[in-house]
């Protein structure tokens, strides 16, 4: 019954919690305006993953809209909230952003993305969840506006968030070992899949009111948690797919702008009534 993220663009508002590199802004910035580039990359691509995000509707016949913007950027270098952030004080984060000037409310077509760098702690991070999304309260903000979070797991979970460029303890000896990232960053290789997922749900779901499974809406499960860990065909039971490798060794399953490769897991399409990525071999 509820909404999709159908405006034209959808603009995306960053959020760069504590201290990060330059080129680790750049890798996610890439991923983002892989979603809808102005010139087509090579196949498999980004885009044509997020097409099948497009595919969820509203009950109008309005798609998720095909057309992503970063249309603003704030980082909070001081960390303003101290270095451990709860599911509330993310939201007090969204407030010190819009507070600054010339970062907007936008209401109407924004979305909000806090990322957290690697020695941030977030409530049930590592534990539980890897990333979510949620949406603020009326008396943060004003408005109720959609927002993800995910964290950079490098240097605390790597083999719970950055799976498979990192494995854990108990899988060590007995299966293929770690694959190496597409860009050489464990923990930012890793965040741009959980970043995938949680903006496929965030755009299908984003008042946790109009694509969901379960009888639950308070922990639903979306079109990024039924394909939790499938990355290629064949997928499951630990077993990612079949996915590809250059001639260093890196693993990635699309290709994204300006050259750049990425693995993102799988969504749920509707039409398939299945997994689907860019790279199905089916």
């Known amino acids: 019954m509820g909404p999709v993220l159908s405006s034209s663009p959808?603009?995306?508002y960053l959020i760069w919690y504590g201290r990060w590199a330059a080129s680790q802004k750049l890798l996610i910035k890439d991923f983002i305006n892989s979603l809808s580039p102005a010139t087509a990359a090579a196949k498999p691509?980004?885009?044509?993953?997020?097409r099948t995000v497009s595919l969820y509707t509203d009950q109008t016949g309005a798609n998720v809209s095909r057309s992503v913007l970063i249309a603003g950027e704030y980082t909070d270098k001081t960390y303003s909230h101290g270095a451990h952030l709860t599911r509330l004080s993310i939201q007090q984060v969204i407030v010190t952003a819009v507070k600054s000037a010339p970062f907007p409310v936008d209401h109407k077509n924004g979305i909000y993305l806090i990322l957290t760098a690697q020695d941030v702690t977030v409530q049930d991070f590592c534990r539980a969840v890897c990333g979510f999304h949620y949406f603020t309260f009326p008396s943060m903000v004003g408005y109720t506006l959609p927002y993800a979070w995910v964290g950079n797991s490098g240097k605390q979970c790597p083999e719970v968030c950055a799976y498979p460029f990192a494995i854990p303890g108990y899988m060590a000896g007995g299966g293929p070992g770690a694959l190496k990232p597409p860009n050489g960053d464990v923990g930012v290789d890793g965040m741009i899949s959980v970043i995938g997922h949680e903006l496929a749900e965030l755009s299908s779901n984003p008042l946790v009111n109009a694509?969901?499974?379960?009888?639950?809406?308070?922990?639903?499960?979306?079109?990024?948690?039924?394909?939790?860990g499938l990355y290629g065909t064949g997928g499951g039971g630990g077993y990612i797919g079949q996915v590809m490798r250059d001639k260093q060794g890196r693993t990635f399953n699309m290709n994204g702008?300006?050259?750049?490769?990425?693995l993102v897991q799988w969504v749920w399409s509707p039409e398939l009534k299945a997994c689907a990525g860019p790279n199905a071999m089916d």
Request: aromatic share 16%.
């Open 10 to 12: 959808i603009n995306m």
């Open 45 to 50: 691509s980004v885009s044509e993953w997020w």
């Open 211 to 228: 694509w969901y499974a379960g009888e639950d809406p308070t922990a639903p499960t979306e079109i990024g948690d039924l394909c939790e």
């Open 257 to 262: 702008k300006r050259g750049r490769r990425f």
